[in-house]
């Protein structure tokens, strides 16, 4: 599964929030950068959050094909 997550690189990180490119990656929608967001706003827009969700509905879908 993949997930997408638009945004904008910036070249002067901001933030102690997260690791890797977190303090330099401004998300879509957003004036701040992943390193600078709420634990739970970062969780909300993730691209890993967003892989998870399709993951559960391709699994629930082959769980619903076997019933």
Request: glycine share 12%.
């Amino acid at each position: 599964m993949h997930g997408w997550m638009h945004g904008d690189v910036i070249t002067q990180p901001r933030g102690e929030n997260g690791f890797g490119y977190d303090p330099i990656f401004t998300p879509a929608g957003h004036t701040l950068t992943l390193g600078e967001l709420d634990s739970e706003v970062k969780v909300g827009i993730s691209h890993r959050s967003k892989a998870l969700h399709l993951a559960k509905i391709l699994i629930d879908q082959i769980k619903t094909q076997r019933s």
